[in-house]
DNA sequence: AATTATCATATTGTATACAAAAAAATTGAC
DNA sequence: GTCAATTTTTTTGTATACAATATGATAATT
């Protein structure tokens, strides 16, 4: 009871948007989306209002708001993005990072490692992320930061459907180790070059992100919620 | 007549603020500017909405939405993330330029220098940011497009006030060229690295930048209007 | 006099009512 | 049967009404 339903909406939607509960295009009908949160229209339509300015739904006067997942085309330039933050962050991270937090990746990473042979998906995800978080988060640039945060957010579900390739998992645990001891070297180039490959899409991970855009946004969830 | 009052609303608050038309910390009074745009609070209370997810404005739950003006940090941070973009274009675009890009990039270098000579502010201004968003869009990126506009959008009050010194814009308009140039021949290393250091804040260009924030926003207004 | 309690006022947040526009359905002509 | 025009229905956008919470003032108590 927050007195701010429309923020909770918000949050809510955004998060079955990302997790592909709705197809792409689909339209979010006002009274329906209401009555299912036991709300009147005026905070889901609040809510609309900050979805449509994160790009989650466009919203198309006098007709509604539609969801709009990314195409193609606008994933390789996400990433791409992604990949160039994360390595300006490590550049930056290089020169600060503390102790702590070089301990603190390390332990994610090794997480990441017992999760993979475990076969615990979730967990992986989760630790992963932790991972770059920790390097935003050392890049000492609070906007940056907040910038890679959105972005990671945003990518979250593509990523899944890439890292889900087995194969590539160990490899991914490599280049983890060798940020970190870029990281803890304060080699900011190499950090910065590791992170830029680690994150951008190229070779067999191309092909397999096009691979996964041919499913159903319910497909990639009930595979997400499968496991692997 | 859109039938989205409120999405010209926001528009309207957001160059409101960007301009400095409020206060830093100021409270945004949801009847005051319904009245004033005659209109009732729904519409500006969707546009809170958007302006709070920007950044502008900060909301508190049963308190109210204020406006949030960069500190100095902040703007910092943010000065330094541009700059990164703005690198990360001009590397993209070096290899993918046209020829007719090429030639708009010279134009608006030419109307920068002759309103300089001219003391005409307001063209110099324009011509630019011009000039940066036709990297931007070389860049072949159409997201890193979006997000540099978005934030050369956000940034451009506090870039004017640093602009305002007479003495860097002659150097201004020669990195211009160094930029043009190594665009031209596709040299992507050394336009991303001389469009970082054309953009980013060092030496006393931080100084003045510092300065400029001693000022209150309405101040700051009332010398971009008087046109430096 | 200072502090707390209580009350009045103002403001936010949500619900509902209404107007305008678009989508859908029905009717009519060919 | 198909297409166009008109009517009906939905749906969006805005205004207003109401409820809940916070703010400010006043009164009571120590």
Same mark, same amino acid.
């Given at each position: 009871?927050?007195?701010?339903?429309?923020?909770?909406? #918000? +949050?809510?939607?955004?998060?079955?948007?990302?997790?592909?509960?709705?197809?792409n295009?689909?339209?979010?009908?006002?009274i329906k989306? #209401?009555?299912?949160?036991?709300v009147?229209?005026?905070p889901?339509?609040?809510?609309?209002?900050?979805?449509?300015?994160s790009?989650?739904?466009?919203?198309i006067? *006098?007709?509604?708001?539609?969801?709009?997942?990314?195409? &193609?085309i606008?994933l390789?330039?996400m990433?791409e993005?992604?990949?160039? /933050?994360? %390595?300006?962050?490590?550049?930056?991270? $290089?020169? *600060?990072?503390?102790?702590i937090?070089l301990?603190?990746?390390?332990?994610?990473?090794?997480?990441?490692?017992? $999760? +993979?042979? #475990?076969?615990d998906?979730?967990?992986?995800?989760l630790?992963?992320?932790?991972?770059?978080?920790?390097?935003?988060?050392?890049?000492?640039? %609070?906007?940056?930061?907040?910038?890679?945060?959105?972005?990671?957010?945003?990518?979250? &579900?593509?990523?899944?459907?890439?890292?889900r390739? *087995?194969?590539? /998992?160990?490899q991914? /645990?490599?280049?983890?180790?060798?940020?970190?001891?870029?990281l803890?070297?304060?080699? $900011?180039?190499? %950090?910065?070059?590791?992170?830029?490959?680690?994150?951008?899409i190229?070779?067999?991970?191309?092909q397999?992100?096009? %691979?996964?855009?041919?499913?159903? &946004?319910?497909?990639? *969830?009930?595979?997400?919620?499968?496991?692997?």
């Amino acid at each position: 009871m927050n007195g701010r339903r429309a923020d909770l909406i #918000a +949050t809510e939607l955004e998060g079955m948007i990302l997790q592909g509960d709705f197809t792409n295009g689909e339209r979010l009908d006002e009274i329906k989306l #209401a009555e299912k949160f036991e709300v009147s229209r005026t905070p889901v339509r609040e809510a609309f209002q900050k979805l449509s300015l994160s790009g989650l739904v466009e919203q198309i006067p *006098r007709r509604g708001v539609f969801v709009r997942q990314p195409g &193609p085309i606008e994933l390789i330039e996400m990433f791409e993005v992604m990949a160039e /933050m994360e %390595a300006f962050a490590g550049r930056l991270a $290089a020169t *600060r990072i503390s102790d702590i937090a070089l301990q603190d990746l390390r332990r994610a990473n090794a997480a990441c490692e017992a $999760a +993979t042979k #475990a076969g615990d998906a979730a967990t992986y995800y989760l630790e992963n992320e932790l991972f770059h978080q920790i390097i935003y988060t050392q890049s000492g640039n %609070a906007f940056l930061e907040g910038e890679a945060l959105r972005l990671q957010r945003r990518l979250e &579900p593509f990523r899944r459907s890439q890292l889900r390739l *087995r194969g590539r /998992m160990p490899q991914s /645990m490599a280049e983890h180790k060798l940020i970190v001891n870029a990281l803890a070297d304060g080699d $900011a180039e190499t %950090a910065a070059h590791v992170l830029r490959n680690h994150v951008a899409i190229q070779g067999e991970k191309f092909q397999h992100l096009m %691979a996964s855009l041919r499913q159903t &946004p319910q497909d990639q *969830r009930r595979l997400s919620a499968a496991g692997g």
